[in-house]
């Protein structure tokens, strides 16, 4: 039931765009989206429920096809900030457990 | 914003011996809490879920007389690692969130080094 994240890793400049991708084989309620810096706990970026929406987060946006239980994190004009591992949680039924993929470490270098 | 605090941040013991693990929900109440495990450049596996005032629900694969948890409180869940091992040293991490849909707040961590 893990979803599927990919790529596995990314490497970017500072400025350039990343699209990290989390795909569920099971049907989806919701997708939440976590950055970890080695040695640290995660922290939150998003949610995206179940019907599509989109969500925003300064330079961080969200998607979530609910038909092909894939969810999309796209990254513009990355900074160095952004270096760290994206996971992808996944709630199969609104029962606030979530579900991790295997994590996408990205590194931004100047 | 709400804060969970966890403690300890970094514990070594000898084989053998139990560890115990706090989860605090600082400002918030939590009904369920969650127990994550992550192995070095690995991803955050769920462990078991914590539910205030009743039994834990234990993730397949997942020994529950290796770990137990108690969830005492709206604000305080427990794990305690039972004889461990050297294949029990990990990352454990805690979370909660205040309510399902919600977003999880995760403890700092709890390194284990088990000698």
């Known amino acids: 039931q893990q979803p599927v994240q990919s790529p596995q890793a990314v490497i970017l400049r500072e400025g350039e765009d990343a699209v990290i991708n989390c795909s569920s084989s099971k049907a989806l309620y919701s997708v939440h989206w976590y950055r970890q810096k080695h040695g640290e706990a995660p922290v939150f970026l998003m949610i995206?429920?179940?019907?599509?929406e989109q969500k925003g987060h300064e330079k961080i946006s969200a998607s979530f096809n609910e038909k092909k239980q894939q969810s999309s994190l796209y990254l513009t004009a990355s900074q160095l900030s952004y270096s760290g591992t994206y996971f992808c949680g996944t709630d199969y039924g609104n029962t606030g457990k979530l579900i991790f993929g295997q994590g996408t470490t990205l590194q931004v270098k100047p | 914003g709400a804060v969970v605090s966890q403690h300890p941040s970094r514990v070594i013991c000898k084989s053998g011996t139990s560890v115990k693990i706090e989860c605090r929900s600082l400002?918030?109440?939590?009904?369920?809490m969650f127990w994550y495990r992550q192995f070095p450049k690995k991803s955050l596996m769920l462990m078991a879920t914590?539910?205030?005032?009743?039994?834990?629900?234990?993730e397949q694969g997942v020994e529950k007389d290796k770990f137990l948890i108690n969830h005492a409180s709206l604000t305080l869940s427990t794990l305690t690692v039972t004889s461990a091992h050297p294949e029990d040293s990990s990352f454990y991490i805690c979370?909660?969130?205040?309510?399902?849909?919600?977003?999880?707040?995760f403890g700092s961590g709890t390194q284990l080094s088990v000698l």
């Open positions: 914590s539910n205030e005032g009743s039994k834990a629900t234990y």
């Open positions: 400002d918030f109440q939590a009904t369920t």
């Open positions: 979370s909660a969130s205040q309510g399902a849909g919600e977003k999880l707040f």
């Open positions: 995206l429920l179940k019907g599509g």
